[in-house]
Structure formats: C-alpha cells, structure tokens
C-alpha cells in the first residue's frame, strides 16, 4: 500500500509488516531515500493504513493498530492496537484479514474484514447459504474515535481491498469479486 504522509513524504506499507519512508533528496522527482519508520515484527500480514495527526492507522492480521512516534525522532516507537477481537476465518486465506482502512473527516477508522471463506463467500453447504449478514465477516466496520467502538456499516463484501471517501463524505469500496472461486461467478458480492 502507498499514502503520502501529511509532510508528502511517500510511504510504502509492505506485506512484512514494515512501514518505509521514501524521500526524493536530490531533488530529481523521484524518491531515492528509503527509511524505516516501523521495523518491528508485531505486524502480519497488513493491508490497509491511512495517515492521521495521531500517527498512522495500519489494518492487519487480526488487528487495526496505530503507530505513534512519541519521541519525535520521525520512526513510530508505540503500537496501540485500536480495534481487535473479530472471529477468525474458516479458512486460512494467506492471513490476510482486517484489510482496507481510511479516515473520514472526523478521524473515524473504516476497514474491512474478509468474509469467513473466500473460496465459499456465500458459505453454502448442502445447497444452504450460511452467510450470517449479522456477523463481523465480510464487512466495513468503522471505529469511532469518541466512543473506542465498533459498528458495522455495511456487508455483502469478499475482500474489501481498498476504501476512500469522497468529497461529499461518500465511502467507496473495491472488493476482490471472486469469480474464479464460485461458480458462475460471484454476482452478489459486490
């Protein structure tokens, strides 16, 4: 993932869990300075992040977590896990789990959550859809930075990749469809 901080540097969220800073230093236009600003391990798996005046707001596996530098020395040093708890997936699906994250204008946390089965979102057994539209899986959840809880906002997505608002405040949604995984396609995950 890449989101330019609130400086304009650059930052590229890898799929190790570390977190770089990318400057153009000679002034050519292209970044060439490459720097960590988060190295520790505690991340898997992460998806999503979005910037905020508290720090950056990363989506991984199991976890939304902000990254803080409390000491000023421009590398996140703190790790304050916001939202956790949901139930596991059904299956193992790379690990990948909390995904897509933004902030709306008050600084709400929006991220997705994978469905239960990728390969079976609909989770039909014996010709029987078990998808509970009540459950966390499959969702858009939105942490209200007053209250410290989770609500659900939407259902209905496979693997909701990447979330934006626009700027009347309009959240949008790109969800993995799945067509290669369920027959005939997936027609009704979007």
Partial sequence: NLRFAPDGTLTS?????????LRDTDGDGLEDSDELFWSKTTITVPVGMAWS??????????????????????KADAEEIIA????????????VDAA??????????????VTADYSNPYRVKN???????????GTIQKW??????????ATGSRVPYTLAFNKA?????TDQEGETWCPNGNPLDE
């Fill in 100 to 113: 897509a994250l933004a902030l709306d204008k008050l600084g709400n946390v929006y991220f997705g959550l």
């Fill in 53 to 74: 005046t508290n720090g950056l707001y990363v989506s991984s596996h199991g976890k939304v977590s902000l990254l803080r530098d409390t000491d000023g020395d421009g």
């Fill in 13 to 21: 969220l890898g799929y190790d869990g570390r977190v770089h800073l």
């Fill in 127 to 137: 010709s029987t859809s078990r998808y509970d539209l009540n459950g966390m899986r």
């Fill in 144 to 153: 209200d930075t007053k209250t410290k809880k989770l609500e659900t906002v």
């Fill in 169 to 173: 405040g309009d959240l949008f949604n």
């Fill in 84 to 95: 956790s708890g949901w139930p596991r997936t059904d299956v193992a699906s790379g690990g």
